[in-house]
């Protein structure tokens, strides 16, 4: 085991890894972020992403130890001082049924409007087109985003 620091949602923390220990894993078995969804476990789905250095990673892909000394922010910190406007436009468009891809569908939107903040509606699709979704069809996802970057 080996002891990492990671500043998470803006807090230090510390914690114990196995060198084969994937970031998903830690971050949820070890430090209580459950936002980051286990889907593929490959890098397929974009349901584990999170923001490193304000960058979106699959965590699924990321070794924890290799995130030793840098920020990680989840969906847990985007939204610490309550709903962020894209989530109440994904809620005022009813973006998700089940839910399961909403927290990396939010980073990857969050990144997108961070570097880009009126996206065209392609660029807005080639932003979450990383991020599967199994029930919606993506159009409430799209428009929910839209409404932001109109603003
Ligand atoms: Fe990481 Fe699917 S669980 S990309
Ligand atoms: Fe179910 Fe997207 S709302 S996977």
């Known amino acids: ?86 989530q109440e436009s994904f809620i005022r468009h009813n973006s998700f049924q089940c839910g399961f891809c909403a927290p990396g569908m939010t980073i990857s939107a969050t990144e997108l409007l961070k570097n880009n903040p009126h996206p065209t509606r392609d660029e807005i699709k080639e932003a979450i087109a990383g991020n599967l979704c199994r029930c919606t069809g993506y159009e409430s996802i799209i428009e929910a985003i839209e409404e932001i970057s109109k603003k």
């Open 1 to 86: 085991m080996q002891k990492i620091s990671i500043k998470l949602n803006g807090e230090v923390r510390y914690v114990y890894v196995e060198p084969n220990e994937v970031l998903l894993d830690v971050l949820r078995d070890k430090l209580g972020a459950k936002s980051p969804k286990s889907g593929c476990e490959r890098g397929d789905c974009g349901a584990c992403a999170v923001l490193l250095n304000g960058k979106s990673v699959r965590s699924c892909l990321i070794l924890a130890i290799e995130v030793d000394g840098q920020e990680i922010d989840t969906l847990e910190g985007l939204s610490q001082g309550g709903l962020t406007p894209l």
